[in-house]
């Protein structure tokens, strides 16, 4: 390949640097989350996944190569469910010998994990995430849309925490008057663990979930709930761009999060940017147009050209617009099992 140079000092419109891609390596996914992927919309993931002209993982090598060039040095594989992506290790494997590329995540609704973990983590997986918004084992099949138990995917919570992998992490999505209820037993389950649970604020992402503003539990109503359980302080961001804010309590070693999309917009720190299974980059979660990346992947000179200048004019800030009501927003959104959460 082409020595392309380095651009580490890549900055979009609003001076924000690349540092993250998301991979979405494919649209399917197995559950029915009703904020995501509602299953009496499941043609639409059927009708794309069916179109799905997926890139190899060749391309994603080639791509994830012009990213790193250009200051990417996080990588996170989700979907979708990417675990039902085949032969993911080989992809690990071949990400995480990218230079520059330091640190290989995945997010995961868990379930297939267990048959092909220790393979993942051999191939030099670093971090997983993994989606449990509930730990009632009714109100999580109600919210997966699924028979699996929340015991299921806290049982792979506990091989995970028992594995090699460095760090492991709790994607709770909250939604008022659903599951606020469990944001204190999942603190408790985790007592005394190395997870780091981070509750999440229900976005407006994709078209399929009937999203509305009163359906969010900001995080200040998450911190209350558990500032009455047990005692907490915040910590210091451990780098710019992080999105959740961290606070650890005062009796133990555990680390908690919240991620306040909605009510506390980070758009100025947002440094990521998504790739889309078929190959659209996508530079925020609320995009209405990717940038196709199929007609470059053969020139990689090209490819680096045109990401780089894709992302030289990003002035994306969707949740800032949004919380100063600013309706303008005038393409269809793109729905999150597709561009990548
Ligand atoms: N299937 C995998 C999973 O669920 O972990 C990866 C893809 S999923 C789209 C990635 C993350 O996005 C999950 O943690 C999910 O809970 C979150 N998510 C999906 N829709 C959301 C929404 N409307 N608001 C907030 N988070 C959402
Ligand atoms: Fe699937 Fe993840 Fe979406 Fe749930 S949140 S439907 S597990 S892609
Ligand atoms: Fe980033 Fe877009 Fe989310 Fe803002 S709305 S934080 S720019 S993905």
């Not at 009937?210 to 558990?226: F, G, R």
Request: aromatic letters at 6%; proline letters at 4%; glycine letters at 6%.
């Amino acid at each position: 390949m082409a020595d392309l140079g380095t651009n580490p000092g890549l900055k979009d419109r609003m001076g924000r640097p690349c540092h993250d891609l998301r991979i979405s390596v494919t649209n399917r996914c197995q559950f029915r989350c009703r904020y995501c992927l509602p299953a009496e919309h499941v043609d639409v993931m059927r009708s794309q996944s069916a179109s799905e002209n997926k890139l190899s993982f060749d391309d994603i090598t080639r791509i994830v190569e012009a990213y790193a060039e250009l200051g990417v040095n996080k990588v996170r594989l989700t979907g979708g469910e990417p675990l039902l992506r085949k032969h993911l290790p080989q992809l690990v494997k071949s990400l995480k010998s990218i230079k520059g590329i330091d640190d290989l995540a995945m997010t995961t609704n868990g379930i297939l994990l267990p048959q092909i973990l220790d393979d993942l983590i051999k191939a030099g997986l670093d971090r997983v995430t993994i989606s449990l918004d509930a730990i009632d084992d009714d109100l999580f099949a109600h919210i997966t849309g699924t028979q699996h138990r929340a015991k299921d995917v806290l049982d792979v919570i506990d091989l995970c925490l028992a594995s090699r992998l460095k760090q492991v992490k709790i994607n709770t999505v909250i939604q008022k008057g659903i599951n606020e209820h469990q944001v204190v037993p999942i603190l408790e389950h985790f007592r005394g663990t190395a997870a780091v649970v981070r509750f999440i604020e229900f976005m407006d992402v994709g078209t399929l979930n009937q999203w509305h503003e009163t359906q969010v539990m900001p995080s200040h109503a998450v911190l209350d709930l558990i500032a009455q359980h047990r005692p907490f302080h915040s910590k210091h961001p451990l780098k710019s761009g992080e999105v959740a804010k961290r606070y650890g309590f005062d009796d133990g070693q555990e680390e908690f999060g919240l991620i306040s999309s909605v009510s506390q917009p980070f758009c100025g720190d947002c440094d990521r940017a998504r790739l889309s299974s078929d190959g659209l980059v996508f530079q925020c979660l609320f995009a209405s147009q990717g940038h196709d990346t199929k007609p470059h992947l053969d020139d990689p000179v090209a490819l680096k050209e045109h990401i780089n200048q894709w992302w030289q004019h990003r002035d994306d800030q969707y949740s800032v617009l949004r919380q100063k009501k600013d309706k303008h927003h005038p393409l269809p959104k793109i729905e999150m099992f597709v561009m990548g959460g």
